[in-house]
Structure formats: C-alpha cells, structure tokens
C-alpha cells in the first residue's frame, strides 16, 4: 500500500478504528497523491509558473473567443481552468452554507465540508467505491432508483437486499425496514435512504423519521457497522407536513460510533439544472482527522475517475446562489410542482380508479406510483404510447410510475382518464 494511504489510515486507525473497518478494500488504499497537482498548488504565486497542464499568457488563461462567447460576462478565469478535484471553494462554502440553513438542527462542526462531485450519480459510486466491497450488503427499499442496482449492485458486485416499504393499502410502512434490521446479522451494512423518494415521492413525517432512526441505532448497538447513503436528489419538493430537514441531520445527532452518516445531493433537481452536473458528498462526523481523511480519500477517487467536475458549470451555480433573486425563482418551480401534486393527489384518488390501482402513499417530489389490479405495466406502457401518445414508465410486475414533474396541471386529469381507459381497452 502507498505509504500515503498507510498514513491515512493509521489516522484512522488512532482516532476512529471502527470507521477504518467500513472502508473498501479501494476505501483503504486509497490517498491523494503529492503529485502535480499539489505541487502546481504550491506554485500558484510564483511569477515563472511552469507546472500546471494549461496554456497561459501574462495575461491570464489562454484561450479562444468562440468557446468564450457563450458565457457572456464571466471571468474567463472561472470557466477555463481546471477546478480543484474537490470541487471550487466559493462553491463548497456555498453549498455547506446552504445544508446548514436547510436543516436548523444540523451542527456545522459535525460535517465535513462538502466536496463537489459530477451530480448525484458520482457521488453515489464515490461513496460506493469508499465503502462497498464486492458481497457487502446493500440494503433498499422495494421501490428504488434502478440506477442503483448498476451503481451498487454490477460496478461494486454487492449482494442488494430489499425490504417492503409499502403495505396492500398503499400507505408507507417501517415495520418491514424494522423487521429487516432487527434480523440482519452480518457486521456490515450499507442502507440508501432516499426521500423524497424516486419512484413513489414519499417523505417519511417527523415520527417515522424518529422510528427509522431509532431502528438504526438498534442495528447498530448490537455491533454492525452501517453505513447510511442519504440519497437527497429530491429534497426541498416537500408539499406536505413532512420532515424537512434531510434524514442525514437525524442520523448525524445519533453520533454513533457505528453509524457512519454520508450525504449525497446537488443542483441537479433541486436547482432545476439537471444537465450540470454539479452534486455534492458531506460527510458526518464529529472529528477534525477524520473528516480530513475522509476528504483526502476522496479526493484521490475523484482524481482517479474523473480527474475534475466542470468549472463553467461550478461558477453557473456559484452565479446562482448568489443572485438575490435565485430563490424565489426556485420556489416559483417548486410552487408549480406543488400545483400540479394536489391535482394528482386529487385525481389519482377517485372512486372511479378504485377498482383499477391503487395509489402508493406521497407527498413530495417528481413522482407518484400505483399498483395497477389487473393489467401487466409494461402492456399498458406500449399501449400507451401507440394509442394515446403518452408515456409512463413501467416498474415492475405490478407498478406504474407518472412523472407529475412533467405534466401541465391542466392535463393531469386527462392522463390519468386516458390511463383508466386504456387499461379497460387492455381486460
Ligand atoms: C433518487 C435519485 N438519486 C440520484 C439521481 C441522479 O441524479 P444526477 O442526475 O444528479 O446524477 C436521480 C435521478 O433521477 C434520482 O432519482
């Protein structure tokens, strides 16, 4: 092992041991290097600086006007460099500013600085290549994003294990999650709590939030390690009396030394500006080491898989967050969406669609799900899209999910008719 990452680990080691055990075989070799980009740091304010990979003049960064004109009155300096691996600092300060707006109960001395990745999907296989080892356990609910299965499931070969998280009803449960904990007994575990939640736009209320929370602990207390991926691609979409701060800021309060909190989110949805890129991976824990190690590490891995994110798109949103005006632009979108939710909600559960689905519970985000009674989902799909021109996606044997994000709210009523007729045509 790099004599680098023995050093990290031997931080560990001596100040968390039990964190040094969750690591990856990758987690644990991994390190950043003292290479040119520490050096070409360290030679920033020299006046002949010949290291860094760019093209430079006396002027500043070399470059060409056509690339340039599409930024209007950006520094050019902040859209042609390379940016740092963890991400520019203007924008990480930015970021932990906002988390720790976002979630009053959330103790600034108990997170990392949060490190930019290239949106969510990065950061979800970064803390995959942290801690996931090949037959580890990842835990989920039945209903989950399917890019989790390739992230977890075929890139770190974990063996993924679901639990039910809905009852015949349709209402959201935690006994199955309880269930599964309390009979879960090998040392390691990785759960991936993602609320709202993509298929079924649930977010649990403050009291399950306390029950899930609680279940952790117990897992925990009995000696399993668990590592918690907060998966936050949705959060702010709340349009009911849910628990708004992110389950992260629950589960960094149980400061558990089996517990290891990770929150992965970004811009992506929550900013509306999906084709960015820009996520962000916070790290909870108390420690000063620790929370450098873990930084440290990675940073190695970014530097390793995608070298650096991209810089225009870090200063866009740097831009953003600075405009006075950007939230309420922000809550303007959130407000449609909410529209267009007591719509579904409205509609979706009539008498009238009794007897052909049945609605799993939600209250936020882009989406709402429904277990059809008697109609295979993907004969609907197809059916559809050649009959009626309208596209859902097909979940599994028995579930449809409706993007609401992406329907007027004047037709939410008719889709949902359309989808009622459609399924008639089909028995
Ligand atoms: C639950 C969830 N997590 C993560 C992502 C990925 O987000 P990104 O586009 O930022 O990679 C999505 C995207 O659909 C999602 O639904």
Redesign the pocket.
């Known amino acids: 092992m790099n004599p680098l990452a023995l050093e990290l680990n031997e931080k560990l080691d001596k100040e968390y041991p039990a964190l040094l055990n969750m690591l990856s075989d990758l987690g644990q070799s991994m390190y950043y290097p003292k290479g040119i980009l520490s050096q070409s740091g360290e030679a920033k304010s020299t006046k002949y600086n010949a290291t860094i990979g760019m093209a430079t003049t006396d002027e500043g960064i070399m470059y060409t006007d056509a690339v340039y004109n599409q930024f209007g009155d950006q520094d050019p300096s902040d859209i042609f460099p390379y940016a740092p691996p963890q991400g520019d600092e203007r924008l990480r300060a930015l970021w932990e500013k906002k988390i720790l707006k976002d979630n009053p109960e959330l103790v600034a001395e108990d997170i990392s600085k949060p490190v930019v990745t290239?949106?969510?999907?990065?950061?979800?296989s970064l803390a995959g290549d942290m801690f996931v080892n090949p037959g580890d356990t990842v835990l989920l609910p039945e209903h989950?994003?399917g890019?989790?299965k390739l992230t977890f499931g075929v890139r770190h070969r974990a063996n993924i294990e679901t639990y039910q998280a809905f009852e015949e009803d349709g209402s959201f449960t935690l006994d199955y999650f309880k269930q599964a904990l309390e009979n879960f007994n090998k040392e390691k575990v990785i759960l991936v709590l993602?609320f709202p939640?993509?298929?079924t736009g649930y977010t649990p209320v403050e009291e399950e939030v306390k029950t899930l929370v609680e279940s952790i602990k117990q897992l925990a207390d009995k000696g399993t390690q668990v590592i918690t991926l907060v998966?936050d691609?949705?959060y702010g979409l709340f349009f009911e009396d849910v628990y708004k701060q992110s389950v992260f800021t629950a589960l960094t309060q149980l400061n558990h030394e089996n517990v290891m909190p990770v929150k992965?989110d970004?811009?992506?949805?929550e900013y509306f500006a999906?084709g960015f890129?820009?996520?962000f991976l916070t790290f909870g824990s108390k420690n000063e080491t620790v929370k450098d190690v873990l930084v440290a590490k990675l940073k190695g891995l970014i530097r390793s898989n995608l070298s650096s994110g991209s810089l225009p798109s870090q200063t866009a949103v740097i831009h953003a967050m600075e405009d006075p005006e950007f939230q309420s632009q922000v809550d303007h979108n959130i407000n449609i969406l909410k529209e267009r939710y007591e719509v579904t909600k409205e509609v979706s559960y009539r008498d009238e669609y009794k007897e052909l689905w049945t609605p799993y519970a939600f209250n936020s985000g882009?989406f709402m799900a429904v277990k059809l009674a008697d109609v295979d989902p993907e004969e609907l799909r197809l059916h559809l899209i050649k009959e009626y021109s309208i596209g859902i996606i097909a979940l599994n044997k028995t579930d449809i999910r409706i993007a609401f994000s992406c329907i007027e709210k004047s037709d939410i009523e008719y889709v949902f008719e359309t989808i009622a007729k459609a399924i008639k045509d089909l028995k």
């Not at 290239?118 to 979800?124: E, I, M, P, S, Y």
């Not at 970004?266 to 949805?269: E, I, N, Q, V």
């Open positions: 290239n949106a969510l999907t990065h950061g979800l989950n994003w890019n989790y993602n939640n993509n298929p998966d691609a949705y992965i970004g811009a992506t949805k999906w890129r820009v996520g882009y």
